[in-house]
């Protein structure tokens, strides 16, 4: 009876011992299964890296605003590591924006208050500096009034009533579109019809031009009625309409503000990014050529505002929930239409740039140009421009390149692309109603601002092989290299005026480092320009005086 009692408690102990070994096992097992997904990314990163990179994600916009001194250290992870911070994007994504204050915050601790007060002296002189190079002269050479020929658009001449009925047309949509009623006033014209009405020979838009601002203001307001894909291009786009019949230009947030573009890629695998197109705009600005159009930033409801208003059925099949339950979609297009490369809300809210839509191909079409210096996109073929240091000395005597302006309107372009180490200018276009005689329209800058820790010398080429600048660009960009305009404050300041700031700085502060940088090396390409051409007779040349036309 004692030894069944023992054995009894002998196997009961062992079991005990067995059933606590099992669910030890069980616990450890399930730690080891839940931490298993972020295993892959945060490995190949060492520890403070992978912290820092989720903590500059988690708090972008609490950091300073983007404006205190540039980070000392960059991120430059391997292409591995950064394909795997692409792939925790969506994770990363889903931490809450925090909104920026530059005015200081009644929350904020003495700490906060203190940079908070930093960052408003900042903002100021910032301002102050975008104000007073938009005041200088440079800025405000008069032109003569263009005559009618110089307009893009003409408005027609009142119809008679009689003619009248047969010229409307009924919408089968009108309850989502404004009934509208405009004539000829410009107080009867909704803002991108003013902009559209507003296009010259020589611009897109005027300098200090009333419109701008509402005109913004609807891009980043304006309730969406409709978003279908944009044909063309390699990339997903979308044409978005909005009930005034305004329509723009959508491309989507694809990478953060600070990441680098993969080193291995070819530019041409590069992805698009919505800031670039915003910050091109500002640049374009800055410089005074005002020939990209007007794009803002704007958070985007992907179900409310795409999924459930969309008519495209093909980009309707192409939403679906990722595992975090974000809405996601891909579209329909040649590159990165895929789920791997779906664009993703968190779990709705995406970034996106929305640039004003230029006048319907059918009232104003455009013709497309090859760039000189296209690059070769062939991994292992060079263009003849990249090996022959006299190209230009051709390009000069071939038109539309012989004549009039069109060299340093290509110029202008080439120091907009290296300032923003855009190197995908493979066309540019221009209205066909203005001949050659025209400025060049800067679309497509996606590809910009990829990179801020290397500049792209071959982008200057064409400056560098042809020596010719016009000279209000080349004072402009003097003026801009000056402390009390500099590059990348008033850049600083121009991008804050930007609905998507309040997220975060549209640019990061090595970016904005890199302009003034690069500004510098432009500056110097065209006095090693003057210096080679000071004893021949091109000397003059260097600097083609568009100045004189206008005084
Ligand atoms: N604001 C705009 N209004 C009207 N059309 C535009 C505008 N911006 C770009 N486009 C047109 O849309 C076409 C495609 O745009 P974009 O070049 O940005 O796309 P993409 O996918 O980057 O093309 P690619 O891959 O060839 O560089 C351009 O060729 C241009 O003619
Ligand atoms: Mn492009």
Redesign the pocket.
């Known amino acids: 009876m004692r030894m069944t009692w023992c054995m009894w408690r002998r196997s009961r102990t062992i079991c005990l011992s067995l059933a606590f070994v099992t669910v030890s096992l069980h616990l450890l097992l399930a730690l080891v299964t839940l931490s298993i997904p972020h295993l892959p990314c945060d490995a190949p990163l060492p520890p403070e890296m992978s912290f820092r990179v989720l903590a500059r994600n988690a708090s972008a916009s609490a950091r300073d605003g983007g404006h205190g001194e540039p980070p000392t250290d960059s991120i430059q992870g391997d292409s591995s590591s950064q394909d795997c911070r692409r792939g925790a994007k969506v994770n990363v994504q889903r931490l809450p924006y925090k909104r920026l204050t530059w005015k200081g915050d009644k929350r904020a601790t003495e700490n906060n208050t203190e940079s908070n007060a930093n960052q408003t002296e900042r903002w100021e002189s910032d301002m102050l500096k975008l104000k007073a190079l938009f005041d200088h002269p440079l800025y405000n050479t008069p032109r003569p009034a263009a005559p009618e020929d110089d307009w893009l658009l003409k408005v027609k001449p009142k119809t008679k009533p009689s003619q009248r009925s047969s010229q409307m047309w009924e919408s089968d949509t009108q309850d989502i579109y404004d009934n509208v009623q405009w004539n000829s006033s410009v107080s009867s014209q909704p803002p991108w019809l003013r902009f559209h009405l507003g296009i010259t020979r020589w611009e897109l838009y005027p300098h200090r031009d009333p419109n701008m601002e509402p005109l913004a203001q609807q891009l980043a307001t304006h309730r969406i009625v409709s978003a279908v894909q944009?044909s063309?291009?390699?990339?997903l786009?979308l044409v978005m309409s909005f009930p005034n019949y305004g329509q723009?230009?959508f491309?989507p947030k694809k990478q953060e503000r600070d990441e680098e573009t993969n080193y291995n890629l070819y530019y041409f695998s590069d992805f698009?990014r919505h800031n670039a197109e915003i910050a091109a705009f500002h640049l374009d600005r800055i410089l005074g050529y005002r020939r990209v159009?007007p794009?803002v930033g704007r958070l985007v409801d992907v179900v409310k505002e795409i999924k459930d208003v969309t008519t495209d059925r093909k980009l309707a099949k192409t939403f679906f929930n990722s595992p975090v339950g974000n809405v996601c979609f891909y579209g329909q297009?040649s590159?990165y239409c895929s789920t791997e490369h779906a664009v993703c809300g968190t779990p709705q809210d995406l970034e996106a740039s929305l640039?004003?839509?230029?006048p319907d191909l059918s009232l104003a079409k455009?013709r497309?140009w090859r760039s000189p210096w296209r690059r070769s996109y062939s991994r292992s073929k060079l263009a003849q421009w990249e090996t022959d240091p006299n190209y230009c000395v051709n390009v000069k005597k071939t038109p539309p390149y012989d004549k009039g302006t069109r060299l340093v309107d290509f110029i202008d372009l080439v120091v907009l692309d290296f300032l923003m180490s855009n190197l995908?200018r493979?066309?540019y276009?221009t209205f066909e109603k203005f001949g050659n005689n025209t400025f060049l329209l800067h679309?497509?800058n996606?590809?910009a601002f990829g990179r801020h820790s290397k500049d792209e010398p071959s982008i200057l080429a064409p400056l560098r092989q042809c020596c010719r600048i016009r000279r209000s660009t080349w004072l402009r960009l003097r003026l801009l290299s000056l402390p009390q305009y500099h590059i990348s404050d008033v850049m600083r300041a121009s991008l804050s005026q930007d609905p998507l700031h309040q997220v975060a700085p549209l640019l990061s502060e090595p970016h904005l480092a890199a302009l003034s940088r690069r500004l510098k090396t432009v500056l110097e390409t065209v006095s090693r320009c003057q210096e080679q051409h000071k004893d021949d007779a091109g000397a003059e040349d260097v600097i083609y005086d568009d100045l004189v036309d206008v005084q």
């Not at 640039?355 to 230029?358: E, G, R, T, W």
């Open positions: 944009k063309g291009g390699t990339q786009k723009a230009l491309k698009e159009p794009a297009c590159y640039a004003v839509m230029l455009r497309s995908d493979h066309h276009e679309l497509d996606g590809r």
